[in-house]
């Protein structure tokens, strides 16, 4: 089994990109206008019981995204590449190099969950919790780590869209990897070149939770507050996403 994935390019530099939770194989489509594809080759993966995998069934935890973005990595003929990840898939990516950490060149992680997970009160817990089955609740999770600024009919369609596309199943199962999983131990003190790239409208994992991980985690960590953007820089401000990944990418 291979996991459902999407290649475009033609370039040297293979990346794979990871989604988020509320998203799938084309969470970065917006970018597409933006990308220098004769020097990058991009895959993206939809995790199992998401998008192209939809249909697959798993355990849905991070090592299990991990072995599945390897065999993939395998499948295409890359035995290097760099990593980009969306919130949940800031989380993935790490799992990835604490797995292969000589296969992975560089990491650009946005919005990223951290390596220990994140902690919730009661009142967060249950508005997550209960995402799966309330579209209520995921418009209220977009809105808020959006920076509450944002177009309703935008907020609804990112809603809508997230229970179209993942099964509830998986959609439940990922919270707990990404919110209950901590492997920051394994990850502490890796030399890879990572960019952590923070929304400056987004209150959820903002400037300050980055500098309190990955900067004080990763040495070769540097953390960009994109300006304009709350916890969705690819929707919000696709082309300078995009100008910042491969800027960094490219160094």
Known sequence: MTIGHEAIGSGAHKVITLHGWFGDHTTFHPLRGALSLDEFTYA?????????SRQIKGRYTMPEIAGD???????????????????MGGMAVQ???ADAPGRVRKIVAITPVPASGVPFDPDGWKLFEGAAASLDNRR???????????????????ARYSDETASRDAFAAYL???AKTDFHAEIKGNPVPIKVIAGANDPALGAEVMKATYLAWYPNAELEV????????????PVALATSIESFLRK
């Open 95 to 97: 799992r990835i190099l």
């Open 44 to 52: 993206a993966v939809a995790y199992r019981g998401y998008g192209l």
């Open 69 to 87: 973005v390897l065999e993939l990595a395998d499948k295409l003929g890359w035995s290097q590449f760099s990593l980009v990840g969306h919130s």
């Open 140 to 158: 209220g999770i977009i809105d808020f780590t959006t920076g509450s600024r944002l177009s309703k009919t935008w907020i609804d369609g990112m």
């Open 226 to 237: 994109m300006a304009n953007a709350g916890h969705y820089p690819m929707n919000e401000t």
């Open 176 to 178: 707990l990897a990404w």
